[in-house]
């Protein structure tokens, strides 16, 4: 089974705060990902990494920024929150190029008030 | 990004099997056919994928037609536990892989 940890599972907070959604993965998978998904929606990918120090922005244009300063972390973050941010938060990892599975973690559920 | 069509919703009974269609006539030679499902209130899962021939693993089966534009993945006993939303995606395994999910086949088993 896969490794994968978001933090915190539930947040909710006031517009205007700055907020970081923790995801961590024991697996040493170079690949992540941070996908977003409001309720009874699609997910939209909207963040990726190949690897330490490479982020790229996904399908879907997001006013969050990513990092990726360590293998297993990848951490989100939203500089100001606003009632717009309201959504479920997914993360997910995947290995080598002969591993062609992503793991999910749990996710977050944000709500912005 | 090739497209995929799914059925919005489909319903079967615990312990019968269940076969979850999608089309894919735009799909490229490159592309995989993979299934993710994702239960309520938890991520998504992977399930199964293929390429060009049929597979089986422990979860489900993965049907592929010939020319490759429709699948169909196949669970053999659904059990109340399989009821969940099942995404039918087509990706590349090399590079970013950037899954592009639809709205799924949202399944519902009967007790």
């Known amino acids: 089974e896969a490794d994968i940890y978001q933090t915190p599972r539930y947040l909710v907070i006031g517009t205007g705060k700055k907020i970081t959604l923790e995801c961590s993965q024991t697996m040493g998978h170079d690949k992540m990902y941070w996908y977003q998904q409001d309720p009874g929606m699609e997910l939209h990918l909207i963040h990726y990494?190949?690897?330490?120090?490479?982020?790229e922005k996904g399908d879907l244009s997001s006013e969050s920024t990513v990092s990726r300063i360590r293998t297993e972390h990848f951490p989100l973050t939203l500089e100001s929150a606003r009632p717009s941010h309201t959504s479920q938060y997914l993360c997910?990892?995947?290995?080598?190029?002969?591993?062609?599975?992503?793991?999910f973690g749990p996710g977050t559920r944000l709500t912005v008030t | 990004d090739a497209k995929t069509t799914q059925p919005n919703s489909m319903e079967s009974n615990e312990e019968e099997p269940v076969h979850l269609p999608c089309n894919h006539s735009?799909?490229?030679?490159?592309?995989?056919i993979h299934w993710y499902r994702q239960l309520p209130s938890q991520g998504p899962e992977y399930v199964i994928h293929g390429l060009t021939s049929n597979v089986n693993n422990r979860m489900a089966s993965l049907a592929i037609a010939e020319d490759r534009k429709s699948s169909t993945l196949i669970l053999h006993r659904a059990t109340l536990r399989d009821a969940a939303v099942y995404y039918c995606?087509?990706?590349?395994?090399?590079?970013?892989?950037?899954?592009?999910f639809g709205q799924g086949t949202r399944l519902t088993i009967n007790p």
């Open positions: 997910a990892s995947r290995g080598g190029t002969g591993d062609s599975k992503q793991y």
């Open positions: 990494s190949y690897g330490v120090n490479s982020t």
């Open positions: 735009t799909i490229s030679g490159t592309d995989y």
């Open positions: 995606i087509l990706s590349i395994i090399q590079g970013a892989q950037k899954l592009v």
